[in-house]
């Protein structure tokens, strides 16, 4: 299980645990960006994407699925020699977004 939310709120979440003396929890590994909840093997982890939403997604990793738009209207894979830098260069553009297989096994938090 997993735990998303935006940095900001991510940021509320740690300064909450601070203040109520609650030092249980990692800061050592990414204090920044995640941490394990106290008293529980879920992960807690901050995404720019959920900044200023006010929303909290928990879900099993398994779920969640990455999709391109790779193969179909606006892709570009690019391989050159560069020569005047003596460099293979590789340049790519995509779309890019993630997506949930079993939606009634996501919990969706909004604050109010």
Do not use: H, W
């Amino acid at each position: 299980m997993t735990i998303f939310c935006g940095q900001d709120l991510f940021r509320t979440y740690t300064i909450a645990l601070k203040n109520a003396n609650s030092f249980s929890y990692n800061v050592d590994v990414k204090a920044d960006s995640e941490f394990i909840l106290p008293g529980t093997t879920i992960k807690v982890i901050a995404v720019a994407g959920l900044n200023g939403t006010n929303k909290v997604y928990a879900m099993r990793l398994s779920n969640m699925f990455l999709g391109t738009d790779l193969l179909n209207e606006e892709e570009k894979f690019e391989i050159f020699y560069a020569k005047e830098a003596d460099q293979v260069r590789f340049v790519s553009e995509f779309k890019m977004g993630t997506n949930i297989a079993f939606p009634d096994e996501t919990v969706k938090f909004i604050l109010a």
